[in-house]
């Protein structure tokens, strides 16, 4: 992992948490729109420790994406 990425930060789109995506686990959206992981299970994610991958994925579709 880069240095640089370790430094990026995004908010949730939904509660407006800081996100760093290289540090903490969270789902990407796109690549300027996450939700922090606490918002992505309450949308009905569900994360797969074993795999470290999100089994369902959470609803996104209503969240706003920048331009």
């Known amino acids: 992992m880069h240095r ?3 430094r990026e930060v995004v908010q949730c789109a939904a509660c407006g948490a800081e996100i760093r995506p290289g540090l903490d686990r969270a789902y990407v959206v796109t690549s300027r729109t996450a939700l922090c992981f606490d918002c992505a299970l309450e949308r009905g ?3 797969d420790e074993q795999r470290d991958a999100w089994s369902t994925l959470p ?4 969240l706003p994406t920048p331009d």
């Open 45 to 47: 994610g569900r994360y």
């Open 59 to 62: 609803r996104a579709d209503d």
């Open 4 to 6: 640089s990425e370790l």
